[in-house]
C-alpha cells in the first residue's frame, strides 16, 4: 500500500546532541510537511518542501533544518536539541500544494525524547 | 494570527450516546476545512472535508460536519458513537489566502467511549 513511513518511531537523543528523523513516502506526491506536536498541543507546521524547493514558517527556530535528497526521502535535522524539542514529529505529504483537491496524507509520527 | 479551537479537550460516552465536537476558526476569508481522526498508535486519517457546496459534509464511518459561516464553525457529529470510535479528533482549517496550501490545527478532542 501507498503510505508515508518515518523512522524511528522512538528516538532519544542527549541535549545538544545533534539528531536526524527520517520520512518516505511511496504516494510520489510532490510536497513533503514536518510538524512538531507537543503533549496536548495543535500540530504546528515547521516547514515543507514542493519539489525541492524549501518552505521554512516565519517561527520555525533556526535549530531545524531540513533535506529533501529526492522526491521519496526527507529528514528533519535537529542541531542541538534542547528540553523544549521534546515531540512528536509527523511528517505529511500532498500531491499539490494548492487546489481544491488538496489534502494531507500523515505519518505515525516519530516520538523524540530529549534527556 | 490565525487559529483554530476545539472546545473540548475531553470527552466520555457510552455507546450508542450521540456526539458533537464543537470547532471554531478565527479567519474571514474563505477556507477548506477537515476533520482528521488518531486511533490509539496509528497515524492521522482524513475524516472529512469541506471545499465548497453543500455545508453539511458526510465523511466515513457515519460522521458528518456542518460548516456554519456566520459562526466561523465546522462541528463534527455522529447520531450513535461506538467503541470503535474512540479516538483523537483534529479540526484543521487551509486559509486560502494565496500561495500554498497550509492546515492550521485545533488542539484536538481526546474522545473515549465506553461500551
Known amino acids: 500500500d501507498a503510505m508515508v513511513i518515518q523512522n524511528p518511531r522512538y528516538q532519544v537523543t542527549q541535549f545538544g546532541k545533534p539528531v536526524t528523523l527520517s520520512c518516505s513516502q511511496t504516494l510520489n506526491h510532490n510536497v513533503m510537511y514536518w510538524y512538531q506536536q507537543k503533549s496536548s498541543q495543535a500540530p504546528k507546521l515547521l516547514f515543507h518542501y514542493y519539489d525541492k524547493d524549501f518552505n521554512n514558517e516565519a517561527d520555525t527556530p533556526d535549530n531545524f533544518q531540513s533535506r529533501r535528497p529526492n522526491t521519496s526521502f526527507c529528514f528533519l535535522d535537529i542541531r542541538s536539541p534542547g528540553l523544549g524539542d521534546a515531540a512528536m514529529y509527523l511528517c505529511?505529504?500532498?500531491?499539490?500544494?494548492?487546489?481544491?483537491?488538496?489534502?494531507?496524507?500523515f505519518g505515525p509520527g516519530t516520538r523524540l525524547t530529549v534527556t | 494570527a490565525q487559529s483554530v479551537s476545539q472546545h473540548n479537550h475531553h470527552v466520555i460516552l457510552s455507546e450508542a450516546a450521540s456526539l458533537e465536537l464543537g470547532c471554531n476558526y478565527s479567519y474571514g476569508g474563505t477556507v477548506n476545512l477537515f476533520w482528521y481522526v488518531q486511533y490509539p498508535g496509528q497515524h492521522l486519517q482524513l475524516l472529512l472535508k469541506y471545499f465548497s457546496g453543500d455545508p453539511l459534509v458526510k465523511g466515513i464511518k457515519g460522521f458528518e460536519a456542518e460548516f456554519i459561516k456566520s459562526k466561523f464553525s465546522f462541528n463534527l457529529r455522529k447520531p450513535s458513537v461506538q467503541w470503535s470510535d474512540t479516538a483523537e479528533y483534529f479540526c484543521a482549517v487551509n486559509p486560502l489566502s494565496g500561495g500554498y496550501n497550509k492546515l492550521i490545527f485545533g488542539a484536538g478532542t481526546r474522545l473515549a467511549v465506553h461500551p
Open positions: 505529511a505529504t500532498s500531491r499539490l500544494r494548492t487546489g481544491s483537491s488538496y489534502e494531507q496524507y
